[in-house]
């Protein structure tokens, strides 16, 4: 299914990002437009009819001066609303497989079924005891979550074509242009989160929300030497994680915040690895405005044994003329799921 012009939408807690390129082939895209602007304080996950329109007039805003050249759009679902699983089948007929999805759906959705709208993906295969068992991803979304999110659109005056999670999007970005030959980790560390997702192939088999992101970080900075948040936030940018600035003190402040996100990491690494070895992760890629921080896809190497990257999405797209020039302020590792968003393809 070729799909219509159309731009990607990534809302986050703190910026709201837009991106819409021009596909020229399989693995090969051109970048036409993007922009972002500061997400309204309070606005996110509020039912207040107020604050809905207020987000509307600021995406409208973001379209004009980005130079959207398009009302279709594709959206990102914030990944710590969705519940996702990795289970093992037996090898079984369709509809037998599909009772025993929805039976396993049962047991670890916090929802009844029928208030989700529920996706399942098989990723892989197994033998056990000479047997063949299916991998199988499940995926599940409030169905008030996808409502307000084609309410935020209507407000908007956007036509929504697709919803997608964030770990779909990201996934997409990083495997664009690359064969995925050994399972990888994905974090994407935001402001109130770090996403954390395992990859295999181009399809994500493993996603999980750590409660703990990069405001954490900047909010013991802020504590520890009695500065305000804004100033909390230039010395983590300054200093970051190297521990030869300053005497090490940002270090120290920075490094038991991080030690709980590498905490939960190995919990996940250890869980493939007892579990499902064959895709125990292999690489990690690092995306997400947090992502800038100093040091730290060296902090990650040494505290996980794992190459650890930064991913920036844009080095894989070509450049229009008139977006070159607006680049060279922009730090496109933020713009993943955006990126991945506007690549969609069917």
Request: avoid cysteine.
């Amino acid at each position: 299914m070729n799909l219509p012009d159309f731009f990607g939408l990534d809302i986050g807690n703190h910026s709201i990002k837009v991106v819409q390129v021009k596909r020229k082939s399989e693995t090969q895209a051109s970048l036409v437009a993007l922009g972002s602007s500061e997400t309204p304080f309070g606005v996110i996950g509020s039912e207040n009819e107020q604050h809905k329109k207020e987000l509307a007039e600021n995406i409208k805003s973001l379209l004009e001066s980005a130079d959207i050249g398009t009302k279709k759009v594709v959206a990102a679902l914030p990944e710590s609303a969705i519940f996702t699983r990795l289970a093992v089948f037996p090898d079984l007929v369709d509809k037998e497989l599909e009772d025993a999805i929805h039976w396993e759906a049962k047991q670890y959705i916090p929802l009844p079924l029928e208030n989700v709208n529920l996706e399942w993906l098989k990723v892989g295969e197994r033998q056990e005891a000479g047997q063949k068992k299916n991998e199988i991803l499940l995926v599940a979304a409030p169905k008030t979550l996808v409502d307000s999110y084609t309410q935020l659109a209507s407000l908007a005056g956007l036509e929504l074509i697709a919803l997608e999670t964030e770990t779909v999007a990201t996934t997409r970005a990083i495997t664009f242009k690359q064969k995925m030959e050994e399972t990888a980790m994905i974090l994407d560390f935001g402001a109130n989160g770090t996403d954390m997702s395992v990859i295999k192939g181009k399809n994500p088999i493993f996603s999980q929300t750590l409660g703990t992101g990069s405001d954490a970080l900047t909010k013991a900075i802020s504590l520890d030497f009695g500065l305000d948040v804004q100033q909390a936030e230039q010395y983590k940018r300054t200093y970051g994680l190297d521990q030869t600035k300053v005497d090490g003190k940002i270090f120290k402040s920075l490094d038991p915040i991080m030690q709980v996100i590498v905490s939960e990491i190995t919990k996940t690494l250890n869980f493939f690895r007892a579990h499902f070895q064959a895709n125990s992760p292999k690489k990690i890629y690092i995306v997400g405005d947090g992502a800038i921080l100093i040091g730290l896809p060296e902090y990650l190497s040494s505290k996980l044994g794992l190459l650890t990257e930064r991913f920036d999405p844009l080095s894989n797209l070509e450049k229009d003329k008139k977006v070159e020039e607006s680049l060279k302020s922009v730090s496109g590792i933020g713009y993943t799921v955006a990126v991945g968003l506007a690549l969609k393809a069917e």
